[in-house]
């Protein structure tokens, strides 16, 4: 994994900081999932159904990205990773042309949306908004909340409500978040203030979110403090545990924990089933791609290129 920042941070260097961070989560409820596995079982159940339709959906996804729904791409790299409850998602930073980069409002507003979309104009981008961009509650009213760690939300939320975007603050812009119709609106079950449920939003691409129904989250990187703690967010590796390992031995209520130093403590790497299928048809995990190069035939006629380094971890 350090290797592969390295070798990214190489990427940085040659082609600039990148200008979107995008996250995408495999949904169990993709309907080419739904329609392949048996009566009774889901997604969980059956992970190479699960693993070969992410396989697919990713790389619709990086073609999408390639063909510049975002903007034209000069460097792009990528990791996924897989959650303990057996489902991958990817991340994906994004390195745009000079004169795509989000500088200005207008280029922000447009490949990122923090706003609940209009019901009646676009149902389908509605239900994916709702089902799957919302987060919470949480906050002083949901003190229990799993974001929630000292009395506060680990993810920033609620976000501030805007009128328009504004520039850098802290490595990030804030986006456009208006108010709306004062009622009370019922998504996932739970009561919010429309008034206010932009707050709420995570950020999301509509033309990504719309294609592919699930957690697509889309964020515009502003700074180079960014960069690196981004970078080494999606090369940590793998999740470990320490566990403990022990023979018990006794009569009643008397006790003795076997001594036995080998098998007390294993380093022990956690392996999704998810995972394991992935691994078994040799996919990849990671890739950086540099796009563009110039080169010189043996007639000295310029000619461009493209760069692909694939690492694919262990």
Known sequence: MNKAYQDSMTIVREYGKPDAFVTMTCSPTWEEIIENIPDGQNAQDCPNIAARVWQLKLGAERKDLEESVLGRVHARIYVVKFQKRGLPHAHILVILAEEDKPRTRQIIDKMVSTELPDKEKNPQLYETVTT????????????????????KCTKGFPKPLSEVTKGNVAGYPVYRRRRRAARVVLINGKEYDNETINQWVVPYNPYLSQKYNCHINVE???????????????YKGSDKAVI?????????????????????????????PVEACMRLLDSSVQRQNACHY??????????G??????RRSG
């Open 220 to 234: 515009v990187c502003t700074a180079i403090t960014a960069v690196k703690y981004i970078y080494k967010y999606v």
């Open 305 to 310: 290129g493209h760069v692909s380094f694939q």
């Open 132 to 151: 799957c961009m919302i987060h919470g509650p949480c906050g002083a009213a949901y003190p229990n909340a799993v974001c929630m760690k000292d009395g």
């Open 294 to 303: 110039t080169a010189y035939d043996s007639f000295g006629e310029r000619t």
């Open 244 to 272: 403990t390992m022990e023979a018990v031995r006794g009569e009643g209520n008397q006790t003795q924990i076997e001594p036995n130093e080998i098998l007390r403590f294993l380093n022990a790497r956690y392996i999704s």
